[in-house]
């Protein structure tokens, strides 16, 4: 049984673990960990900005961060932003993955969110039909530009 | 001369006939504006998340929203996130959006921000050359989810 819940400090190193066991993520995520203790701990200073881990007997098994964010377009509508999204490659197909966004969207409405949002990186195509299957559409599309 | 500032809540008025004077936006946008005023009262107290306006002359001609997102991924990069960009439809293709976005780019680039993003509702179709042109990629697919 998955138990949804913030991230805690002492969980950065599973987080980090599961970013990088990812075919896009292998190569973009570093070997150290202070940046991303000094990220968590920058985070746990946003209001509306949460790293949430899935645990199942002690293991983090699944993260995704959550972010709300306030807006003036579509009436003021405030937005959920889904980040960073990953599943354990040997517990993939069980049904995790679906779990965690029913835990997100959740949160979204218990933050009073009236939208979700997240990009997918468009190699991921097996993802496209999750997302679908889960009531996204998708509408947009997402660029990206690296700051030197 | 256009010159790009943090908006004011006089601003919120014409920020709003801004989102609403646009072919999307027409339909989405309400009439009244105390939900805007809540909205941007709320943006101004969270830390990281702004409304810029463009004046020229006194007349607001363009806005854009910037939210800095921290975040654990690509080795803790600190994200900026771009919404919300409208240029006055009298004032189209005189260079002003690229001007909206270097100045976007120079904000991202003083927080610290080592990647820009943004979504693009995948009906504005001449907005993709637009992106392109000034070094976006568009490698993801944006997905949306209405919280009922």
Same mark, same amino acid.
């Given at each position: 049984m998955i138990r949804f819940r913030e991230a805690r400090? =002492?969980?950065v190193p599973?987080?980090?673990? !599961?970013l990088r066991d990812d075919a896009l993520?292998? =190569? /973009? =995520?570093g070997a150290g960990l202070e940046d991303y203790y000094a990220a968590f701990d920058a985070i746990g200073a946003e209001g509306g900005n949460t790293v949430v881990v899935g645990e199942d007997g002690g293991r983090i098994v699944a993260t995704?961060? !959550?972010?709300f964010i306030t807006g003036l377009?579509? /009436?003021?509508t405030q937005r959920a932003q889904v980040e960073s999204v /990953?599943?354990?490659?040997? !517990?993939? #197909?069980? #049904?995790i993955g679906a779990a965690m966004f029913a835990d997100a969207e959740a949160r979204a409405r218990a933050a009073g969110c009236g939208l979700m949002q997240l990009?997918?990186?468009a190699d991921r195509r097996d993802a496209r039909r999750f997302y679908e299957h889960l009531g996204f559409t998708p509408s947009h599309t997402g660029f990206k530009k690296p700051l030197g």
């Open positions: 400090r =002492e969980d599973a987080i980090v673990a !599961l993520g292998a =190569e /973009r =995520e995704y961060q !959550l972010t377009s579509l /009436r003021a /990953r599943v354990a490659t040997d !517990l993939r #197909g069980q #049904g990009t997918m990186n």
